[in-house]
């Protein structure tokens, strides 16, 4: 990997140069924009979208609601084994900053030493956004498509080639997918208990979530009750 890196005349380094070159073009305050953007924007963006989905969960409710929530859970629970996943995958490696071995790069963030292969944000994003798309299609594609964005946005910040990012979305897509079946195994028991809880029955759904037929019947009791002791009333 550190040898194709060397080398300035595969596709990798090519698009990468394409890429950030038109970070070289950009206005400075556009680079800004783009450094918070790819460096912290798109995380929150993600954790925000994780949540809006948890609310609309927790507002339709049904009786699959506990298993939806325990899914919801593994979303960021499965972005965190994928980065402690990636900690021997680039041990093992070892591929540099594309900056240290290729001149002209308009890096747009300083300070990163560590290797490239594979890039965390990529895998965290798409490992967020293929547990969403397990969930709900519609939350799922808006998370994929922040998590492509966040691989566009690090290529054009100069700190990862593109391989790295394509690295990174198959780490998240893997763990993501492949220890979903056990994750929701051990997810859906316990949030069923916090279901059942008058403590946590509400991060699961909310109070009027499910209220149907039955409730009506319930609310109409007093009113029966009332039509039938003006029967009596009368008939006395």
Same mark, same amino acid.
């Not at 800004?32 to 927790?58: D, H, I, N």
């Not at 028991?189 to 909310?206: D, F, H, N, Q, Y």
């Given at each position: 990997?550190?040898?194709?890196?060397?080398?300035?005349?595969?596709?990798?380094?090519?698009?990468?140069?394409?890429?950030?070159?038109?970070?070289?073009?950009?206005?400075?305050?556009?680079?800004?924009?783009?450094?918070?953007?790819?460096?912290?924007?798109?995380?929150?963006?993600?954790?925000?979208?994780?949540?809006?989905?948890?609310?609309?969960?927790?507002?339709? +409710? %049904?009786?699959?609601?506990?298993? !939806? =929530? $325990?899914? @919801?859970?593994?979303?960021?629970?499965? *972005?965190? &084994?994928?980065? /402690?996943?990636?900690?021997?995958?680039?041990?093992?490696?070892?591929?540099?900053?594309?900056?240290?071995?290729?001149?002209?790069?308009?890096?747009?963030?300083?300070?990163?030493?560590?290797?490239?292969?594979?890039?965390?944000?990529?895998?965290?994003?798409?490992?967020?956004?293929?547990?969403?798309?397990?969930?709900?299609?519609?939350?799922?594609?808006?998370?994929?498509?922040?998590?492509?964005?966040?691989?566009?946005?690090?290529?054009?910040?100069?700190?990862?080639?593109?391989?790295?990012?394509? +690295? %990174?979305?198959?780490?998240?897509? !893997? =763990? $993501?997918? @492949?220890?979903?079946?056990?994750?929701? *195994?051990? &997810?859906?028991? /316990?949030?069923?208990?916090?279901?059942?809880?008058?403590?946590?029955?509400?991060?699961?759904?909310?109070?009027?979530?499910?209220?149907?037929?039955?409730?009506?019947?319930?609310?109409?009791?007093?009113?029966?009750?009332?039509?039938?002791?003006?029967?009596?009333?009368?008939?006395?």
């Amino acid at each position: 990997m550190a040898g194709l890196a060397e080398s300035g005349s595969n596709p990798d380094v090519d698009l990468l140069y394409d890429i950030n070159s038109l970070a070289k073009d950009a206005p400075r305050w556009f680079d800004r924009v783009m450094e918070y953007v790819g460096e912290y924007g798109l995380l929150l963006a993600m954790v925000l979208l994780v949540l809006w989905c948890w609310w609309s969960v927790r507002r339709r +409710g %049904g009786e699959g609601a506990a298993s !939806a =929530v $325990a899914a @919801l859970v593994w979303a960021p629970l499965a *972005a965190g &084994l994928a980065v /402690l996943v990636n900690v021997p995958i680039r041990g093992f490696v070892q591929r540099p900053r594309p900056f240290l071995d290729h001149q002209g790069l308009d890096v747009l963030v300083q300070g990163k030493t560590g290797y490239s292969f594979v890039s965390d944000h990529a895998t965290i994003t798409m490992a967020m956004a293929v547990a969403l798309f397990v969930i709900d299609r519609r939350f799922g594609l808006v998370g994929i498509g922040l998590a492509l964005f966040e691989g566009f946005c690090r290529v054009y910040m100069g700190v990862h080639y593109p391989t790295d990012v394509v +690295g %990174g979305f198959a780490l998240g897509t !893997a =763990v $993501a997918l @492949l220890l979903s079946p056990l994750a929701m *195994a051990l &997810l859906t028991p /316990l949030l069923k208990a916090v279901e059942r809880s008058a403590w946590g029955g509400r991060l699961v759904r909310a109070r009027d979530a499910g209220a149907g037929a039955g409730d009506a019947v319930v609310c109409d009791r007093p009113s029966e009750e009332r039509a039938s002791s003006e029967e009596r009333d009368l008939a006395a």
